[in-house]
């Protein structure tokens, strides 16, 4: 055959494959129904379903940590989602673009499957996108309840949402809602407050994260707005706050009615707000492990509230249903999937997931129906989140991360945080706001110049680090920036009282607290200041006139210092803009902010919560001095 003859066969040839294959692209639109964005969502979801294979469904329900998870896994088990956990990052110091590159290769290898459903990643955006380099950080939670300003909570939710956007991701681990009744349980400082109305108050974070919910919206369904919006998730339901001594993953031993008035009501708020998950606690209610509890998972939360989001476990959730972890694996599935959780945060062996789910449902120990329920809840979230019509990110966004916009908005949240608890002598002799123009001050302290301590656990890593590596303004260098140029500034940490008396200092600033922790790793039955706190507050105050702040997550053991602060301010983990502290401390904005924890005299009185009948706190619920913002300082 000539060269020619070859070249027109082949065209031949090719153009009856194109023919073909428009033929077959039309034949198959006609089918793909879930594909067709101007079907109703409901038809979309059907369609889909009906095209399942239980391997597909088993896939969907099916979390995997980034760490084990590559193209060809996501492609060859069908997973449905993809989570970071704590600290769990691409490379160290990855750019916002390292991120979208990494969840687009995940994303590619679920869109390469038989029916191309994108995979949903989450990850743990708790204070602000806290694992990534560079993020803008939020003050803890406990802080934004001292605000009493859920419209600005709201801003931050926003704030966070692009920043996560910003790294290709649809979907954040928040908010906590817990409800934390006593503060030496390690994630006290993920609370809001102590307080039920507080907490529910504070929901509105979730209309930053996901919009605003139509008012038409139907009870239950989620919503999340659009491109620049994910998907938020309530948890960790029910009573993780509620503890015997704090003790995390503990059991709260609560009656039915204090279960429903004190830990139920913020869920009410989250699901009207469209929440679109729900995670479960690790904690047990009266003895019952949350993750196997069918009555408040599929009973309460889905078949009394209507919620219609997916709920999701936490991270080996369902190990922990025996005692010790994963002693029944078989077990685990069973009771976890059979009480209602729809998405298993596996994370690291999903094979042996799958299989005892695959067995489980072959055998008829789990309903069908159980599944089609969680995968329709999962497909529900994916389309509202416009997956199928968007799967992968582009750089757009990463301009939003750690932006200037959100660094004033974490600066205002930092100095409305800000809860005055003593302020001089008397109210004739305050000693804030501190004057900006003076000859020589000296600032001390383990936390006054570290940005890891100051942003607490949940940064960079699960635990949270030390040091001045992640972007921001140490408590410090915000002092340096504020005061008058002729003002000398010195800093030590921990300077020796010979000195101290030599310098004729006007006044310190002495910045002292807990070193960083998370969950577990935070419970604490002392709550006292770590050594060498006392120690500098000690040797400082007593010799000039001194303002202690208080790095912390909760409220820590003060009664025997206070007599010999001047003034004392609790600034909780105020994250990244350490400005806002110095923009409080030298009067360019009053204090305004109330304790939204009972502040405890000494541990044995706890748990002490406002409302309680024994009631004798140092400072009670609400309590914060003020002061006026001074012109001209
Ligand atoms: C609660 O903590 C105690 C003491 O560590 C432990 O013995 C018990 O098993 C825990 N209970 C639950 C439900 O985790
Ligand atoms: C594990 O749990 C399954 C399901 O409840 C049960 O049938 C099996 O006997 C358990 N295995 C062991 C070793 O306890
Ligand atoms: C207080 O408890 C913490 C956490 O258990 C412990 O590390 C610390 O040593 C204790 N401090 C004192 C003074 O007992």
Redesign the pocket.
Known sequence: MSSRHKMERDSIFVIGILLLSSFATISAADYMKYKDPKLPMKHRIKDLMSRMTLEEKIGQMTQIERSVASNDVMKKHFIGSVLSGGGSVPAKEASPETWVDMVNDFQKGALATRLGIPMIYGIDAVHGHNNVYKATIFPHNVGLGATRDPALVKKIGAATALEVRATGIPYAFAPCIAVCRDPRWGRCYESYSEDTKLVRAMTEVITGLQGDIPSNSPKGVPYVAGKDKVAACAKHYLGDGGTTKGINENNTVVSVSKLQSIHMPAYLDSIIKGVSTVMISYSSINGVKMHANRDLITGFLKNKLHFRGFVISDWEGIDRITSPPHANYTYSILSGVSAGIDMIMVPNNFKEFIDGLTYLVKNKFIPITRIDDAVYRILRVKFTIGLFENPLADYSMTKYLGSQEHRELAREAVRKSLVLLKNGASADAPLLPLPKKTKRILIAGTHADNLGYQCGGWTITWQGLSGNTNGGTTVLNAIRNTVDKTTKVEYHENPEAQYIKSQKFSYAVVVVGEPPYAETFG??????I?EPGPSIVNNVCSHVKCVVVLISGRPLVVQPYLNQIDALVAAWLPGSEGQGVADVLFGDYGFTGKLARTWFKTVDQLPMNVGDSHYDPLFPFGFGLTTKPLKNN
Do not use: V
């Open positions: 419970d604490n039955l002392n709550l006292t770590p």
